[in-house]
């Protein structure tokens, strides 16, 4: 997989990324948490580290499922996350 570095700030991620928001918002409904877990650690393991999501997914569904799909790789990979300033 390709890297990109991100800004002046040296942080490396792969080329491409994994938006969450159908996993648990969006497109009809929500995904088995299971089956939404055993996808996104997919993605990792096809050399994706940089993943989309945010506060108003779910609200907060999303963040969660992310957090603990993504947990075994926390060195490896970099969450992305929108929020609502006015929350």
Do not use: H, W
Not at 7 to 13: A, D, F, K, P, Y
Not at 26 to 53: H, Y
Not at 74 to 81: E, G, H, Q, S
């Amino acid at each position: 997989m390709k890297k990109r570095k991100l800004g002046n700030s040296n942080l490396e991620v792969s080329a491409i990324g994994f938006g969450c928001m159908n996993m648990s918002f969006g497109c009809g409904p929500a995904a088995d948490k299971k089956q939404a877990i055993s996808v996104i650690r997919a993605v990792v393991e096809r050399g994706v580290t940089f993943f989309d999501t945010a506060e108003v997914y779910g609200p907060l569904t999303n963040e969660e499922l992310v957090g603990e799909a993504l947990a075994p790789f926390r060195d490896k990979v970099v969450i992305a996350t929108k929020l609502d300033e006015r929350s």
